[in-house]
Structures are given as C-alpha cells and as structure tokens.
C-alpha cells in the first residue's frame, strides 16, 4: 500500500511540473458583477513555483478553448525586470467576460503543433524564456465557489 501511494505521488509529482517551473495549484471561479450591465465571467489563478533562477521569464496568455486571455503576474520577486529567483512563487491570474465571446472574435490562434499535442488540456499557458516561446498544458482546473462584486 505504501509503495503504491509513493508511486502514485511521483506521478502526479511529473505530470505536474516543467523544467522551468512547478505548478502547485490551478483555480477556477465564477464572477458576477454588481450591476446587470457590468458582465459575468470566469477568473483563472494559477500558481507556480519557479524551480530554477531565470532572468528573462515571462507569462503571456492563458488559452482557454482556443481564445487567448491576457494574464496578470503577481509574484514575491522583481517581476518587472522578469527575473526570478529559486523558489519564486508565482500568482498568475487571467479573468474572461462572458460578453467577449459575443464581441471579439478569435483573433489569435494557438499554433497548431501546440493545438494538436495539448489538445486534451483544458488550458494552455504560454510563456517565454529567453526570448523563445513556450507552452504548458494546464490539464485541470479546480472550481471554486463563485463570487459576487458589489
């Protein structure tokens, strides 16, 4: 029983992590406004631990069901100069408003080497490390309870 839990742990352990970063925990949660007119929506948080130190990393978009979402970093480090440190814990957080899907349409597209081998995730995250850009597959999201803005 012990050996299976370990086995089961180094798993999950692999699957959820890159070279470059750990992912500790992926969130998702309903929002509605105060006002009617003000919108409803999702926000995503993401939080990471940077496994290395780095000084050109930074986070882009969030992809959810093909359509880029603009990410926002809040991290215990120098986040402006994209430099990180060991063990940097990082927040990223991305919102959508259910009204973009009837404004904008899709202007970006994911490249398809990326579509096709994260195309079981639920989200891809796309990041870039000295000037090259990456993709992590974001495989799951945990739901929270949703939240009402006043």
Not at 17 to 45: M, P
Request: glycine letters at 4%; hydrophobic letters at 35%; a positive charge.
């Amino acid at each position: 029983m012990r050996y299976l839990f370990v086995v089961l742990f180094f798993c999950l352990f692999c699957c959820l992590h890159s070279r470059y970063f750990t992912l500790v925990e992926a969130t998702e949660r309903e929002w509605v406004a105060g006002r009617q007119s003000a919108g409803k929506g999702k926000e995503y948080r993401i939080k990471l631990i940077v496994r290395k130190d780095y000084d050109k990393l930074s986070f882009h978009k969030l992809w959810m069901n093909n359509r880029p979402l603009d990410l926002r970093t809040g991290v215990n480090s120098n986040a402006e100069n994209r430099e990180f440190q060991k063990g940097d814990t990082l927040i990223l957080s991305a919102r959508s408003v259910d009204s973009d899907n009837k404004t904008r349409g899709i202007e970006k597209q994911l490249p398809l080497n990326v579509t096709e081998k994260y195309k079981e995730a639920e989200a891809v995250l796309h990041y870039r490390l000295k000037d090259k850009d990456r993709y992590y597959p974001v495989d799951e999201f945990n739901e929270l309870d949703a939240r009402y803005l006043k």
